[in-house]
């Protein structure tokens, strides 16, 4: 018991940590670097809303925002289907705010870690597949 207590809140430090490095890098515009760090804490605690918060910023910053807008609904949905209950007041403040923005232009390559750059180029295929009018 004692000891699931004190690993459980050992992990809130580390996220809470992880938070701050990550205000830090976003502030300082080195937001590119932390979207793999991010995205796999994110994905570790699903339900953490202030990691979800970060990510969608950084996704923002990076030129994602429609991936932002559609991780906002992920987890709004898993938060309903699986909890029961509706995002709080940050995350939800988040959305409304990227609703609200005009589009972040992506950075250009030059200035983007090769981490970015490989995660963008995957995720930017292009011709899309099923394009309409795109042959077979």
């Known amino acids: 018991m004692w000891a699931e207590r004190t690993r459980a809140q050992l992990e809130d430090e ?7 490095y990550a205000d830090n890098r976003v502030d300082g515009g080195r937001y590119e670097e932390l979207l793999p760090g991010l995205r796999a804490l994110a994905a570790s ?71 970015c750059r490989a995660s963008c180029r995957a995720s930017c295929r292009w011709p899309p597949h099923g394009f309409p009018g795109q042959g077979p």
């Not at 580390?14 to 701050?20: D, F, G, K, Q, S």
């Not at 202030?50 to 996704?59: D, F, K, S």
Request: hydrophobic content about 40%; overall charge positive.
């Open 14 to 20: 580390r996220v809470m940590a992880y938070l701050a």
């Open 45 to 115: 605690h699903p339900f953490d809303e202030r990691l979800t918060a970060r990510l969608m910023t950084v996704l923002e910053r990076c030129g994602r925002q429609a991936e932002a807008l559609h991780l906002y609904e992920r987890v709004r949905t898993q938060l309903a289907e699986q909890l029961g209950v509706d995002p709080g007041p940050e995350l939800r403040r988040r959305h409304l705010e990227l609703l609200s923005s005009a589009p972040v232009p992506a950075p250009p390559w030059s200035s983007c870690r090769a981490s």
